[in-house]
């Protein structure tokens, strides 16, 4: 689950997006869900992936230097899903993400990935079967090509998937290859085979940013026929009513008149279904096996069915408009207005990032990030003069402790110590407090009396003393206190 984090200057939200795709073999590892403070990502040393499999055996471990995604975080990176005897190593998986900023604290996000197997009746597979029906339509002219929708898995159906398919099929020129992604679509209807073969990659969400991706196999195979001949149908006929004449027996009357009815029974259905526009390819191949003969014509193989050009269907998808044939279907695309929104301004206070499609969900995403530290620089240079203010405390013989309220000086302080009673030296990150461009300011109280001043281009002192000006400790107490270096 995506983990807050508190205590950071850097990250507010860490998480990690992991798909894994059985489809190319590998796990696909990213940081892009985890939100960070305005201008975060520059202060983020780099993140790195652990990997342990089913056996708890760490298959792949952090890296020992360098990182294995790297500012501005935004890269997704592959590891193999292991192979046993040449299948996927199936089981939970235990992915760590390490992500270390720039103050060398590390932050962990952990996520198990269980992989099944594809087919669950055939483990040994690294893919699962896809049907698809092939229908003529006898009045149309139209082979109908249909893809079935994949099947849930791990009881989530698919998000999206990506179809790879080559349609082979008879025309008057010979076997042609039709190659698309499209899962539904028509075309031309002539005797003889079609077959549909290719892949599919099906895309579930787990949760949790949790993917996987599943690779199907597709292949079916049919002989389209519409067209009987007559002549072959008629000459087995006459054979059977001339047998049926000298059948001596009730028994061999009976069969012989039982083939007669399923031939004519056969004969009806061919008919009804292609006047009706049903593929009727079933009904002749079991006429055949009955009558032990071929009842199409051979050499209609790659012949129209119906002269002339059968209507075009339309299929549209998508959020715009745009155009592609696949063989007799137009796929109209509808494509909404693209919206981009940019910045003029080049001070990089605001910063837009580029648009990210989201196909499945229709959309583009920008994302907008106001970078905090850019906007104090930009009113400090304003101003005249850029600023850390706060206040300071001091009890008994411990160092005065500070809380920063704001601060574009790009300075911090990082230590504070007392050497001796009232007087106090504090050492800044970043330096460079010169006589000429800084100035410093304290709250007073009226019981006592502060001063403070620079002690050195990397360190200032504050002293305080009693209203008698002796030098004394527990006279500060959320003092106001200010540096101002000017621009």
Known sequence: MPTTVTGSSYISVLDSKITASLCDGNFHVDVSPSTFLAGGQAYVEGASVKIENPLGIIIKNYTTSGYDIEPPMTEVVEFAIPLIASNYQYGSYKITVRL?????????????VNICAPDSKNKNKKTACLNATLEGNCVD?????????????????VLSQVNTLTLLYPTVSGVVPLVTSAGAFSVRLYEGEYKISGTVCATYDYGDNVFFAILYDVKCIKNIKCILDKSCVYAQLEELNARLKSDCTTKEKEETSGIIFDVLRLLETIYTSASLGKDPSDFISELERLLGCSCTCNCNDGVPIINNAPVTDFTFEGCGFTQETVGLTKVITLNNVEAEVTVSDASGLITISA????????????????????????????RGYLLMMGTVSQVGTAAPTFDIWTNDTLRTISASVRSTAGDYLITVTGGLLSAASTAFIIGQDKTSQSSIGRYSDTQFYIQTQTAAAVYADNKLTYNLFEIRIKI
Do not use: R
């Not at 270390?100 to 198990?112: A, L, P, Q, S």
């Not at 002219?141 to 159906?157: D, I």
């Not at 990210?356 to 104090?376: H, L, M, R």
């Open 100 to 112: 270390t900023d720039e103050d060398g604290v590390d932050w962990f996000i952990e996520k198990t």
């Open 355 to 382: 648009p990210e499609e989201n196909v499945d969900q229709c959309k583009k995403t920008q994302v907008i990030t106001v970078n905090q530290a850019s906007i104090a620089q930009f009113i400090a240079a304003d």
């Open 141 to 157: 002219g139209k082979v109908v090509v249909l893809l079935s929708s994949p099947p849930n898995y791990k009881g989530k159906t």
